[in-house]
């Protein structure tokens, strides 16, 4: 039998969607293992999830004050080593922040938070999130943020399209693209970007409320197992 | 010459002669400013209690009733719902963001005091008419406040409700609800053993002078001229810091090292402090010098009064002391030790070197004056009711009665409202805003709580007590839409000044309505608020008893939707009356506010809720939605709008159809089963002796009202989602 992946959850203070995350990891059959931010150590996972929230408050930028976490040195190091990363959300916004993902993401176009399901489209398969998936696959989550208008100037952003760095833009139910299915304005309907190696991936939806149908659509359960098959891939056979 | 003192701070000169003699000498400053906040409307209940007294608390689920920071009942598996309602009505009128993002920190503070973690929030919400710009600031900044102070603690914002009236456009109406769950033996009541020596932890933020006079300034005054001077009053919220005093405070519970927790709302320091000693009949020794201030200065009276934000006091047995010390620190939180208690029943408090203040506890706490306030319905009560409840004359169309009914703000879909809340963090709402309740479930358990809120202001205008008993009945048939069954309530009692004999007739006439109501379904209140003195000149608001249900499904798969899907057959369960005395048509269609608010029968009131949990319990329905606001017609079209499934349907009865169609009669929902099982649910319904209608089927792309009229689902959604959007549009 191989050993189960394990999939460490960073707590920040004010970090709100960390037990969600942990919990989605246990119901898609991997291991959580609860990160703190004030230790610089991640107990050896084999992938790291930066979960939503408002960490240290946001009152700066959002993600502007954790970057400067004691985790984040590590997080830094695994990132480096190809660990597998991933944002969620105010993750999302940390890992811009720290200059670990590309862009940055901004006050909503409506200028309020949005809570509402949506459904996504996968770009690539080339990211821990959707190894198992195919480009143009459609998967329903929910978003929930304030600031989540993702922007890059002009340079960058055709360079993040260029070299095809989206991951997952918003979209009708059938793929289609429409300013009406973009909760927030961002750039492209860019909901999710990675890396250039590929290894750290960041999304505003929250994948780790799409698990459980008792609670509501299932979109988030083929990133995960994605995300845990890359993470055992770590682990060795 | 200028006021005295004791007057300035709200006290009568009766009470400031109680005081004298409790004392047996004049009280100090430092000692009038704390009466004057523990003997506040607002803290010490002194016009209410008379009359709250006749509530039905008592039960078999029930754990805690009211007299503590929450209610709690026994929800089964060992576990508790502790859940509370609270007005942050004045506040809000004078900064709507920062009094309604405090309303939210306050009573979540409240469920966690209990040692409950809070899992769901609700606010029931009432504003003056959107077409004036004042009222949209105030509407938009409350939704603000409530989405910027709850999606950053972690907690769901599931429910709540919003309606729209001329009398609350200089009073708002901001309540809110908050819900937790603990396991029973965890629960930090006030039965505790708490003990001689113990000391008092002061933890979480530091003391600054937002927010004093918050009870006496403004949530016990009416709100005049130049209320906007009392900004200041007005406390400031930091969410973030809420966040991690919840953590702190449910560490603290799970390592059992606390004799008792309690919140800093009203009346700050000084509340906390005389309730915790006073609860366990000591006294205390309180040290000003050690509180953390946020900035230098502060006179003992501010630092005893000051409704500072995210606080908390811990009871904590001496031994236990660097346990606590090492969780809030672990929580970035400053914990500091201000006091012990001490035998004798004395509250002392130093300054310095100086004894600045030595009160009873119980006096502060417990022996604020009652009054039986003189009551006396106003001159013109008959007349509003004696209008023509049936609306004969009306010259409408049906249609466009319909059109303007589901605009109307009240019924229109809220969706600009709830989708600026985070409504599922946590990972457990099953059902979160929009429809009759909302379903929370228990963490590893198949079971849900429900909850809804609902006030019936129109109807408490015309008839206080049937209003009152309207929003416990709304509230009861809500939760057992989704096949939940009701178990208790909290409250939320919003009126004006209580010093003029007909608010003080329509408060006891709506806690009459509320006590008859809660002992027929045996739905028993664990604890409440009270806010007068919401008026301002003449107008006081609609009298608006705000009701938390509570109820328990046992398998939340098993949980009835709202949304019509295709192929079923159509039921009202219940019967429609001529009643469109105090309807949404008779303001919205007609402009009259008046007429005899529907009949309520509590007995069959009680027989459909066991109809729709018994039918839901056997699988039989597909989905079942309560009648209210805009009667029948709007009824149907929010189940097609919810299921973006049409439906065609005749109105049954020789009445002129916008009685049929429009009505608000009670003890009514519209429910939809399989045509392969509607023997059953027929059986049942005749069982329990509640009226079973058959209406039509669903299906299609149409709402068709047989031989009146028909529109398509996608131009009713459009019209009812639209409506408050472009009322903000201006």
């Not at chain 2, 609700?122 to 938009?140: A, H, T």
């Not at chain 2, 002061?202 to 005049?224: C, K, N, Q, Y």
């Not at chain 2, 939940?484 to 007739?505: D, H, Q, S, Y």
Request: proline share 6%.
């Amino acid at each position: 039998m191989s050993p189960l992946p394990r999939i460490g959850v960073v707590t920040f203070p004010g970090s709100l969607d960390d037990l969600d995350a942990l919990r989605a990891v246990a119901f898609m059959g991997g291991e959580g293992v609860a990160l703190w931010h004030a230790e610089r150590d991640l107990r050896g996972v084999d992938a790291v999830i930066l979960p939503g929230g408002f960490s240290y408050g946001d009152y700066l930028r959002c993600g502007a004050i954790a970057r400067f976490a004691p985790v984040m040195d590590e997080v830094g190091a695994f990132a480096a080593s190809g660990g597998p990363v991933i944002g969620i959300c105010n993750g999302f916004q940390v890992l811009c922040e720290s200059g670990l993902l590309p862009g940055a993401l901004v006050r909503n176009r409506q200028l309020r938070f949005v809570c509402r399901w949506v459904d996504v489209r996968v770009e690539t398969s080339v990211s821990p999130l959707t190894g198992d998936l195919v480009a143009g696959e459609v998967l329903r989550m929910p978003v929930k943020h304030g600031e989540g208008r993702f922007v890059a100037a002009d340079e960058q952003l055709d360079r993040i399209e260029g070299e095809g760095l989206v991951v997952f833009r918003y979209c009708g139910e059938d793929g289609a693209l429409g300013d009406e299915y973009n909760p927030n304005g961002a750039s492209n309907a860019i909901a999710g970007v990675r890396n250039e190696a590929g290894n750290v991936v960041g999304l505003m939806p929250h994948p780790e409320h799409a698990v459980d149908p008792d609670v509501g659509a299932t979109g988030g359960q083929p990133l995960f197992a994605s995300l845990l098959s890359s993470a055992l891939a770590r682990v060795g056979p | 010459m200028t006021e005295p003192l004791h007057r300035a701070l709200g006290l009568t000169d009766d009470e400031f002669g109680l005081i004298r003699s409790t004392l047996g000498r004049e009280p100090n400053r430092d000692e009038l400013a704390m009466y004057g906040a523990m003997w506040s409307e607002h803290c010490s209940y002194k016009s209410s209690k008379i009359h709250l007294r006749s509530l039905p608390t008592e039960g078999p689920r029930l754990l805690v009733g009211p007299g503590q920071d929450a209610g709690a009942v026994d929800v089964g598996g060992g576990l508790a719902a502790v859940f509370k309602m609270e007005s942050h009505s004045h506040p809000s009128a004078i900064e709507p963001y920062q009094g309604a993002a405090t309303g939210v920190g306050g009573i979540v503070r409240d469920v966690v005091a209990m040692g409950a973690r809070p899992v769901a929030i609700l606010d029931p919400l009432r504003f003056g008419p959107l077409s004036d710009e004042r009222n949209r600031w105030l509407f938009e900044g409350v939704v603000a406040g409530i989405g910027g102070y709850g999606n950053c603690i972690g907690v769901p914002t599931v429910g709540g409700e919003l309606q729209f009236a001329g009398p609350h456009s200089a009073n708002p109406t901001v309540n809110v609800m908050c819900v937790g769950v603990a396991p029973v033996d965890r629960l930090v009541t006030s039965t505790r053993q708490v003990h001689e020596g113990s000391v008092l932890v002061l933890f979480g933020a530091a003391t600054g002078r937002d927010g004093i006079g918050g009870v006496s300034v403004l949530a016990s005054r009416t709100l005049e001229d130049g209320a906007e001077e009392t900004r200041p009053s007005v406390q400031i919220g930091d969410p973030f810091a809420e966040k991690l005093l919840i953590e702190a405070s449910l560490e603290l519970v799970e390592r059992g090292v606390l004799e008792g927790l309690q919140d800093l709302g009203g009346a700050g320091i000084t509340c906390a402090v005389s309730e915790s000693a006073a609860r366990a009949g000591l006294g205390a020794e309180l040290d000003l010098d050690a509180v953390p201030l946020r900035e230098p200065g502060l006179e003992p009276f501010e630092i005893l009064t000051s409704e500072s934000q995210e606080r908390m006091l811990a009871i904590v047995p001496p031994g236990r002391l660097d346990e606590v010390r090492a969780v809030c620190a672990r929580w970035g939180l400053p914990a500091v030790v201000v006091g012990r208690l001490v035998a004798g029943g004395t509250l002392r408090v130093r300054a310095g070197a100086a004894t600045v203040a030595e009160v009873p506890a119980r006096s502060l706490a417990d022996e604020a004056p009652e009054f039986a306030r003189p009551r006396e319905a106003p001159p013109g009560q008959e007349d509003l009711v004696n209008d023509d409840p049936t609306f004969a004359t009306v010259t409408t169309s049906p249609e466009d009665a319909f059109v303007s009914l589901l605009s109307s703000p009240n019924v229109a879909g809220k969706r600009w409202v709830w989708e600026q809340y985070d409504s599922i963090v946590q990972g457990g709402t099953v059902r979160g805003p929009g429809g009759d309740a909302a379903l929370v479930r228990i963490e590893g358990t198949l079971r849900a709580l429900a909850l809804s809120s609902d006030g019936k202001g129109r109807f408490g205008l015309l008839d206080p007590y049937l209003g009152a008993a309207h929003a416990v009945a709304e509230s009861a048939r809500n939760v057992a839409c989704t096949g939940a069954t009701p178990i208790a309530i909290t409250n939320c009692l919003n009126f004006g000044n209580p010093e003029r004999p007909e608010v003080m007739w329509q408060f006891a006439e709506s806690v009459r309505g509320i006590g008859d109501a809660c002992r027929a379904f045996e739905t028993p209140v664990t604890g409440g608020n009270v806010s007068f003195y919401n008026e301002s000149g003449d107008s006081a608001i609609w009298p608006t008893a705000m009701i938390g249900m509570l109820g328990v499904i046992e398998d939340y798969r098993l949980a009835v939707p709202q949304a019509f899907g295709p192929g079923s057959m159509i039921y009202l369960a219940g019967e429609t009356f001529a009643e469109l005395g105090g309807s949404e048509f008779g303001e919205a269609v007609v402009g009259i506010v008046g007429g005899r608010p529907p009949a309520l029968d509590l007995d069959r009131e009680r027989s459909l809720h066991r109809l729709l949990v018994d039918a839901a319990d056997a699988g039989l329905l597909e989905s079942a939605h309560d009648c209210a606001e805009g009667g029948l017609a709007v009824t149907l079209a929010e189940s097609a709008i919810a299921g973006g499934t049409g439906f065609a349907v005749s109105i049954p009865g020789d009445e002129p159809s916008h009685i049929g169609l429009f009505a608000e009669s009670a003890s009514r929902a519209v429910v939809s089963v399989d045509p392969a099982r509607a023997g059953e649910l027929e059986d049942t319904a005749s069982e329990l002796e509640v009226p079973l209608t058959r209406l039509g089927e669903t299906g299609g792309p149409r709402i068709v009202f047989d031989g009146v009229f028909e529109m398509t689902v996608d131009e009713a959604r459009a019209i009812h989602e639209n409506a408050i959007p472009v009322l903000l549009a201006g």
